[in-house]
């Protein structure tokens, strides 16, 4: 599921498992020119699916452009420009009728049912093409002389671009698409179908993941959900029987899969909504509810000796205070706290930014600098006994863009500095719809090929997406701008653009006039009509209701 092959998967180019009447031929895979035509596929089934998504009798895509094979909005190779004009999605998009009051309720359901049957079909298609461009990509690589460990770099990350999903992500359904069109063909069936959704078809390939690939294959048709065996019925009882069936065929590989499942132990953090977060550990059984129970007794004991905080408050603060010596939690770790002068001095309310959770509210910044006014402290008099010490680093940004003010350096490592400031303005890691942290200080234009160490050749990446960069055929260029602008281009030629974000105090753009979509009058006529259509079935149900109460 990581986008490399599994334990036990046969590889995608021989050994493909057919079933007949399930798997149904696909033409054979052409060569380099196709690798753009098949990245841009996954792209424009996404598109299919967002507008299937949004339904042709709804108002969501109105004015919304017609899909050109492009994939951010540039054109790929040789791809032709598209026509002008409302979006149209070929097979799902029909002539919108009035909305009649009562009786086309039926009918709204039976097609919100077919256009979720034909986003499931969508999906199956996407796996097919992401199977098809791994193929040829391994194929280009390995005529280039690309060692054979190392075949299949960056396919995760091109697939995870088209569809604007995070690298990750990426590898994730690259992974599923492998295990569905080589080794679980009944449920790519039920996929093509409709039967299952993507998420359904993911948790029977998670759960089959410690199979070889003949088991699996087995598995897969034990449970033969292309026909209907998972129909009514829910996530959990789907794991439950594909957790069964994985355990009668192979009872072995399932305990070492348990037995593995301790070395990914880990911790992580996550925000969460009103200036707060999760904390996350993932431990073994034994070690969790151990972790669980203590928290819980010293809670309860604090309980008895009348602590007015509830149990959950108790236990949340006891973990921070064990875990970081200090019962407020903001020991000598620098936290880096972002803000304008006017937030922090006049009161402003220009939201702050804390790096590692993103933007919290103006006032809840200040009173983070403030002990005694912490709005997250239980008794008001804890905080006046910490000291809590606050450094000033100023940060000179251009008035119109909000960009920071440069820094160079003449050495070929990153000087803390310069790495304080790339940080800073980044904030996370920088390849598109990646959220990660930043784990490496990359040079854009790499320094054995002249590149310089300043901030605008610059850019924080995490250690995956910095690989994936050095893989041959990408591509990355710094480009002036308002902000601080990098241009990607993948080896099949797709671009994409990276914008820093916005520092705290930055104004939005002004869109110019112009630009705001335009519906057009025919739209327009069908809109005022849906209101009104909707406006008299109202007053008549209020009519019918107050007759009836009379």
């Known amino acids: ?41 996954p792209a424009e089934v996404e598109e299919l699916k967002a507008a299937a998504a949004t339904g042709p009798t ?4 109105v004015g919304a452009p017609r899909f050109n094979g492009s994939v951010d909005g540039n054109q790929g190779p040789g791809m032709a420009p598209a026509a002008a004009g409302r979006g149209a999605v070929p097979g799902v998009a029909r002539s919108r009728a009035a909305v009649r009051p009562c009786a086309e309720g039926a009918s709204l359901i039976a097609e919100i049912r077919a256009l979720e049957d034909r986003k499931s079909a969508l999906s199956a ?13 391994r194929r280009e690589q390995a005529e280039t ?46 996929l093509d179908t409709g039967q299952l959704n993507e998420w359904r078809a993911t948790l029977l390939v998670r759960e089959t993941a410690c199979l070889s690939a003949a088991d699996r294959c087995a598995v897969d048709a034990d449970l033969a959900p292309d026909t209907g065996t998972f129909d009514g019925t829910g996530d959990r009882k789907i794991i439950a029987a594909a957790r069964a069936a994985a355990y009668r065929r192979d009872p072995r590989s399932v305990t070492q899969r348990a037995g593995h499942a301790a070395t990914e132990r880990h911790v992580s953090l996550r925000p969460a909504p009103d200036t707060m977060c999760y ?51 903001i020991t000598g770790i620098e936290i880096q706290l ?69 820094m160079d350096s003449r050495a070929r490592l990153f000087p803390p500095g310069l790495r304080r400031f790339v940080h800073l303005r980044d904030d996370t890691c920088r390849t598109p719809y990646c959220d ?59 671009t994409y653009q990276s914008k820093a974000p916005p520092l705290p105090g930055t104004k939005p753009a002004e869109v110019p006039p112009e630009r705001h979509a335009k519906i057009p009058s025919r739209q327009r006529r069908e809109l005022r009509h849906v209101a009104k259509v909707l406006r008299r079935t109202r007053s008549r149900g209020a009519a019918d209701a107050a007759a009836a109460a009379a």
């Open 145 to 190: 002389g690309m060692p054979a460990a190392e075949l299949g770099a960056g396919v995760a990350a091109q697939l995870a671009l088209a569809r604007r999903e995070s690298p990750a992500r990426g590898g994730r359904l690259l992974g599923l698409a492998k295990a569905l069109v080589t080794e679980m063909p009944h449920t790519l069936a039920a």
């Open 338 to 406: 972002i803000m304008t002068d006017r937030t922090l001095f006049q009161g402003d309310s220009e939201p702050a930014r804390l790096p590692g959770y993103g933007i919290i509210p103006a006032g809840h910044a200040r009173a983070l600098l403030v002990p005694d006014q912490n709005p997250n402290q239980a008794d008001p008099d804890e905080g006046q006994d910490q000291a809590l010490n606050v450094w000033l680093r100023r940060l000179y940004t251009a008035p119109g863009s909000g960009e920071l003010t440069a």
């Open 1 to 41: 599921m990581d986008g490399n092959q599994g334990p036990g998967m046969a590889p995608a180019a021989a050994g493909r498992v057919a079933v007949p009447g399930v798997a149904r031929p696909r033409a054979a895979v052409r060569p380099c020119a196709e690798g753009a035509g098949l990245t841009g596929q």
């Open 436 to 494: 990660a942290p930043i784990r490496h200080l990359d040079h854009i234009i790499p320094w054995h090929h002249g590149g310089t160490t300043d901030q605008n050749n610059g850019a924080g990446l995490c250690e995956a997406c910095n690989h994936t960069k050095e893989t041959p055929g990408w591509n990355a260029q710094p480009r002036p701008g308002p902000r601080h602008t990098l241009h990607i281009t993948t080896p099949t030629g797709h």
């Open 279 to 329: 904390l996350t550990a993932l431990l073994p059984v034994a070690a969790g509810v151990a972790v669980h129970t203590a928290l819980t007794r010293h809670a309860d004991a604090l309980r008895a000796t009348g602590d007015p905080r509830t149990r959950g408050q108790l236990m949340a603060d006891t973990l921070v205070e064990r875990t970081t010596g200090t019962p407020g939690g």
């Open 58 to 61: 709804g108002a969501l895509n």
């Open 125 to 137: 298609r996407q796996a097919r093409l992401a199977v098809d461009f791994d193929l040829l990509q």
